[in-house]
């Protein structure tokens, strides 16, 4: 083989790879462009609803408690969509920290957004009809301290978009909780990537507690089950009591 066939070779196969790592560049951020979209078409309300007036926020302000999980029924074309898919009144979940800084009206809320990720927002930015405080009855004040500066811990963090269609895909041909154990796990210590129910269950799981059911064995659920959890869920576990709730004027006592 000559000096020139070896060079043309060599060549041939750099531009191969130059051409495969452009193109999978481009698609990269086509993808990226496109989930993008999707997160802000999802985040924007869908109807005109009433959320919270402020007399209520100011009533729910009196109550929160650092470590609380807050249930909410938002106005966006997402929280529309976990409702339809969970069949729950309930459509995201967050958790009250204490205040951030010194404002009249501080961050006080983490929660993971679609189009925002994991951030600190205000109560006045809480997106909700309807809102229910749920306080863990097994933990203290030191233990719910510890609660909230974990869920500080993942701010900044992304939303974890594929397994929330994942997730809403399973739960639509009714793969319920048997099934939902087969889908790629990546949640841990080291998680980057959240959905609102997931980013609370994990703070709960870094301080050593769970909110899935204690099987026959006396050990909590694998906590990788944590990422599979729903809004709804967190309503029907036996950890929390209920603190405080706004009802929707058509809603009655169960």
């Known amino acids: 083989m000559t000096c020139y066939s070896v060079t043309s070779n060599a060549m041939f196969r750099c531009a191969s790879r130059g051409i495969r790592a452009t193109t999978s560049h481009i698609v990269q951020r086509i ?11 999802l985040a924007t309300p ?25 249930l909410s029924d938002g106005t966006t074309r997402c929280a529309a969509l976990v409702k339809r898919v969970t069949r729950s009144n309930w459509s995201h979940v967050s958790m009250y920290v204490g205040p951030l800084n010194d404002a009249a009206d501080p961050l006080c809320i983490v929660e993971a957004d679609v189009a925002g990720g994991v951030r600190p927002i205000r109560l006045s930015q809480l997106d909700a009809r309807r809102v229910c405080v749920l306080r863990p009855m097994e933990l203290d004040d030191a233990e719910r301290r510890q609660l909230a500066d974990s869920v500080l811990r993942f701010l900044g963090s992304e939303y974890d978009v594929r397994l929330a269609w994942m997730l809403g895909f399973n739960l639509l041909m009714r793969r319920w909780r048997a099934r939902l154990g087969t889908l ?5 210590r080291g998680a980057t990537r959240f959905i609102c129910s997931s980013l609370i269950a994990q703070a709960f799981a870094l301080i050593g ?7 026959s064995d006396g050990s909590h659920a694998d906590a990788a089950n944590h990422r599979h959890l729903t809004p709804a869920d967190f309503e029907r576990a036996a950890v929390f009591e209920i603190v405080w709730r706004v009802k929707m ?5 169960s």
């Not at 004027?249 to 006592?253: F, G, L």
């Open 46 to 70: 869908g109807k005109t609803f009433d959320t919270l007036t402020g007399s209520e926020r100011r009533a729910l302000a009196a109550v929160l408690d650092p470590g609380d999980v807050l």
């Open 249 to 253: 004027p058509d809603e009655t006592e």
């Open 31 to 41: 993808r990226a462009r496109v989930t993008r979209a999707c997160a802000i078409y």
């Open 184 to 188: 790629p796990t990546t949640m841990g």
């Open 209 to 215: 507690h769970s909110i899935l059911p204690v099987q």
